[in-house]
């Protein structure tokens, strides 16, 4: 060490990979060794490894050797103490920079100094400081308004951001990059999106041209908002760029974007064109393809991405392997998930969230004992259930049945104070009406209020339905107004459960009272609640009524959808009117509505009805013509029509083509098909 030159110590030290053994290297060489080179390089060590708390000695060592050091070495270490929120000391340093370093502080010190005192959210002390450079004589440059910009961002004054670049412009400091690229994100993350995007044109309008940053920027923030089409329109702009490529982040965001909208195909097709690209793959990258393969039920696919995953040198993490696990379940591949779950244990990546995404995968293919041991094995490996896991087994053991045995969980639940959400005594309530037990699905409203909890929808909804189920309309329109009363906001799904009841039970006036309702506090029928009313009408025997809110949902300028079509068609056929009926069905056509089976087999029936076998016969070539299979259902309308029309011998041969379509008869094909021999028979004895 004695004789190493600056030259050749400098050699070693960046041979060395340790910054703690280099700042030791340093502490220990004779002071010939050191130069103003030697100390720039421990110093930028120091700060890119975060260990701007060692970075005193340096300094120490300078002052005491005396070694007279250029701006740069300065501007490093006031830099470093700006990343890890030092202001004092990059003051310090800025103020005896003469003393330590044998040089005066630039316009470069000045703009570093500034941005400490931002980046320690000293936004006052930042804008003192600023006014002082006037006194000092210096001339702002382009970075210290980039640094003014990030000032006002930070405060959140993205008018006065904007108005700074304006006057950049009309005072020939031309904002870079960076000085965009400073107000996109703060407009991106404080979404103002339509901001973000008008900036980002006027990006390109003024010749500074977008990076790949500055696309994710807004990828990322449209996604964020759950704004699928904007994002795939930045997107699209990006991949046809000439000079500006997705990377790895684009990607990233892209896939988990998607992944989030529910756009799992669209996420394939990404990750497609990434690997075409021959991108590379981070961990995050396989996380969310896994995910998207696993929501969308390709856990084949999923396999394959994971085990390409493993091949390239990547680790699972626990994220990962939850993927997997769920979407195991998800596919009902019960065995295969048991052994993945082996995989977990085994490479220690089992957490809370992996229990619960085992127990309700488990639970949902009706593997309850399985749960419960999973459950027991929380326990007895010392971990804690959580208010997740408990509404998880809460939720499945209603749905398979086991009522009092969820009683007994949330029961479990309140005793040990788990902040259960609703989502639990939803569940319970919801499993409660199922069986009748409505005493004891209001007894849980109760409970609801003792644990701190309000009353929501997703509570209430469900008792509502099992007052209406049960015909207990009284109790339902007085839950409806004890939610109004306690601020329980309604939902359309609210409104709809008990119009379909009350239309149901043909109480059309109280029916009409609850749209009234609706409409009064500012719900807008949707159409199920148009469905709703149309078919109690049209059950009710007034299709004419029915045909009046037709219209009405028309006159709104409503498209109505296959089912509202389904249940005028329906009406109007019962009613006799089948060639209204048949109009309908060709404006149905015309407006790129397509039928489906119901639709046809009411028509079909229409017909026979009316003993039209001409008219019947091509609807049956209708539905072979769209496409449409045939079910038992339509076959029984042809057999019973056909020997309602004395073609009994035409209708056995519709049985034969039932049988050889592999559609197995009824107990009511037989009983149409006897009683139209046994008549036969009759008449001919008669006869």
């Not at 390109?204 to 908002?225: A, C, H, Q, W």
Request: some cysteine.
């Amino acid at each position: 060490m004695a004789h190493l030159s600056p030259k050749r110590f400098l050699q070693r030290l960046k041979a060395e990979k340790n910054p703690l053994s280099v700042l030791a290297l340093l502490v220990d060489s004779p002071s010939h060794s050191r130069s103003s080179d030697v100390f720039h390089h421990v110093l930028r060590r120091l700060v890119d490894s975060k260990l701007a708390a060692h970075v005193d000695r340096v300094v120490q060592l300078i002052r005491t050797q005396n070694c007279k050091c250029p701006e740069d070495v300065a501007l490093t270490i006031i830099k470093g103490y700006a990343k890890n929120a030092m202001p004092e000391k990059a003051l310090d340093v800025f103020r005896n920079m003469e003393e330590i370093f044998g040089c005066e502080p630039g316009i470069r010190s000045y703009n570093s100094l500034l941005n400490a005192f931002i980046e320690s959210n000293q936004w006052d002390r930042a804008e003192s400081f600023f006014a002082y450079f006037k006194t000092a004589g210096l001339a702002p440059n382009l970075q210290t308004y980039n640094v003014l910009i990030k000032i006002s961002c930070k405060k959140r004054h993205f008018e006065k951001a904007k108005e700074l670049l304006e006057w950049m412009w009309d005072n020939d400091l031309k904002p870079n990059l960076y000085s965009y690229g400073t107000v996109l994100n703060a407009l991106a993350k404080a979404g103002d999106l339509s901001g973000a995007y008008e900036l980002f044109d006027e990006m390109s309008e003024r010749g500074v041209m977008p990076d790949v940053t500055s696309y994710n920027i807004l990828i990322d923030g449209f996604f964020r908002k759950r704004d699928y089409v904007k994002a795939s329109e930045v997107w699209e702009r990006l991949v046809k760029s000439p000079s500006v490529y997705p990377n790895v982040v684009t990607y990233n965001v892209m896939i988990n974007g998607l992944c989030k909208c529910g756009k799992f195909s669209k996420c394939v097709e990404v990750w497609t064109r990434m690997k075409g690209n021959k991108r590379e793959m981070d961990l995050f990258t396989y996380s969310n393809i896994i995910h998207a393969f696993c929501e969308s039920g390709n856990i084949d696919a999923a396999e394959r991405a994971y085990k390409e995953m493993v091949a390239s040198g990547l680790s699972p993490d626990v994220v990962v392997y939850n993927a997997m696990l769920n979407g195991f379940c998800r596919a009902g591949k019960v065995m295969e998930s048991f052994e993945f779950w082996k995989v977990m244990e085994k490479e220690g990546c089992c957490n809370i969230r992996s229990y619960n995404t085992f127990i309700k995968g488990l639970l949902e293919n009706g593997q309850v004992d399985e749960a419960i041991s999973m459950w027991e094995q929380l326990h007895f490996t010392g971990g804690h259930a959580d208010s997740t896991t408990f509404g998880v087994m809460v939720k499945g053991m209603c749905q398979n049945g086991y009522l009092s045995k969820a009683i007994r969980l949330l029961q479990a639940a309140e005793d040990e104070n788990v902040d259960l959400d609703n989502s639990a005594y939803s569940s319970m309530v919801t499993g409660l009406c199922k069986e009748g037990r409505l005493d004891e699905a209001v007894s849980f409203l109760g409970r609801l209020g003792k644990c701190g909890h309000k009353l929501d929808p997703h509570v209430c909804n469900p008792l509502i339905d099992g007052f209406v189920h049960n015909g207990k309309f009284q109790d339902a329109i007085h839950l409806l107004k004890v939610m109004n009363s306690t601020s329980c906001p309604q939902t359309i799904v609210t409104y709809n459960i008990l119009i379909k009841g009350l239309c149901k039970a043909e109480q059309f006036g109280k029916a009409y009272d609850v749209v009234k309702e609706m409409l009064e506090k500012g719900w807008k029928p949707d159409m199920i609640t148009y469905s709703l009313l149309m078919d109690g009408l049209c059950k009710g025997k007034k299709v004419d009524m029915s045909l009046e809110l037709w219209q009405l949902v028309l006159a709104k300028g409503l498209k109505p959808d296959i089912t509202m079509h389904n249940i005028i068609i329906h009406g109007l056929c019962s009613t006799g009117r089948v060639e209204a009926a048949l109009q309908l069905y060709s404006k149905m056509i015309e407006q790129n509505c397509s039928p489906n089976l119901a639709t046809l087999n009411t028509l079909m029936e229409g017909f026979y009805k009316l003993r039209d076998y001409e008219k019947a016969s091509e609807i049956w070539h209708c539905i072979l013509k769209h496409g449409l299979r045939p079910d038992i259902i339509s076959y029984n309308i042809t057999l019973k029509g056909l020997c309602n029309c004395g073609k009994i011998s035409t209708a056995i041969s519709f049985l034969d083509d039932a049988l050889a379509h592999g559609i197995v008869p009824t107990a009511i094909t037989w009983s149409i098909l006897v009683r139209a021999i046994i008549k036969q028979a009759t008449r001919s004895t008669i006869a």
